[in-house]
Each structure stands twice: as structure tokens, then as C-alpha cells.
């Protein structure tokens, strides 16, 4: 969940959950792999008001797989970055109002927390990086 800089407008991201009959292994052959190569289930992201919960002012699909693990507002608000929990821990940077992607990068490492130190740079933090 992300607090936009205006603190009424949110960011909540989904987790996917897995149905009784669905494994993922990450790697090899057999049992619980998924066939087609799929890391999962798309998840969405909501951006709302929290005067207004009801009636999301956008929703972002089809970025993320599994689950979105991080989200933050930059200082000003104009991008959301987002990051994901497939295999590559994908990070995107979105003018969310816009429902546009600016950029893609791979985290590569189980990311624990993301912040943005001004409006063109952001970090990341977790098990093996910073």
C-alpha cells in the first residue's frame, strides 16, 4: 500500500492466491510445473481516493504476476513504482494518472522495501541488495 503526497489518494496492490491443484516450482520438470511457463496469476493494482473508497480513480492490469510486493508515489505523485513478486521481482515506474508505463527494470533479489529519492530516482532494498 502506497500513500500519495496529496494523503487522500492510496495504492493497493493484490495478491494472487493459488487455487488447491496449482504448484509453482520455479525451476524444474514435472510434477507442479506449470505447463505453458506462467509465474503465476496477473494481479491488479487500485489507485483510489480515500474519500471516495468505493469507485477506483484507476486501475493498472497486467504488469504484475503473483502479487505486487512494493508500491510507492514519488515526492510529487505523478509516478507510481510498483514491484512485483514473479520470478524477477519486476519494478515498474508508471504515470499512473495516465495509465502509462515509463519504465521496466528487473530487482533480481527479494526486495523488502522501495523509496524514491527525487523524481527520476528510486531505490530498493532487500535480501542481497541495495
Known amino acids: 500500500m502506497a500513500l500519495h503526497p496529496d494523503g487522500d489518494i492510496v495504492a493497493t496492490g493484490q495478491e494472487a492466491g493459488k487455487a488447491i491443484n496449482e504448484v509453482y516450482n520455479k525451476g524444474g520438470r514435472g510434477k507442479g510445473r506449470d505447463p505453458a511457463g506462467v509465474q503465476g496469476k496477473l494481479v491488479d493494482i487500485h489507485i483510489w481516493s480515500s474519500s471516495d473508497p468505493k469507485n477506483a480513480l484507476v486501475t493498472i492490469k497486467g504488469i504484475h504476476r503473483r502479487a505486487v510486493r512494493q508500491l510507492a508515489f514519488?515526492?510529487?505523485?505523478?509516478?507510481?513504482?510498483?514491484?512485483?513478486?514473479?520470478?524477477?521481482?519486476?519494478?515498474?515506474?508508471?504515470?499512473?494518472?495516465?495509465?502509462?508505463?515509463?519504465?521496466?527494470i528487473f530487482v533480481n533479489d527479494t526486495p523488502i522495501s522501495c523509496a524514491w529519492k527525487s523524481e527520476t530516482e528510486f531505490s530498493t532494498c532487500g535480501v542481497k541488495h541495495l
Do not use: H, M, Q
Request: aromatic fraction near 10%; glycine fraction near 6%; charge should be neutral.
Open 74 to 104: 514519488s515526492p510529487d505523485g505523478s509516478k507510481l513504482l510498483s514491484i512485483g513478486c514473479d520470478d524477477k521481482f519486476t519494478a515498474v515506474v508508471y504515470d499512473w494518472a495516465n495509465k502509462r508505463k515509463i519504465a521496466e
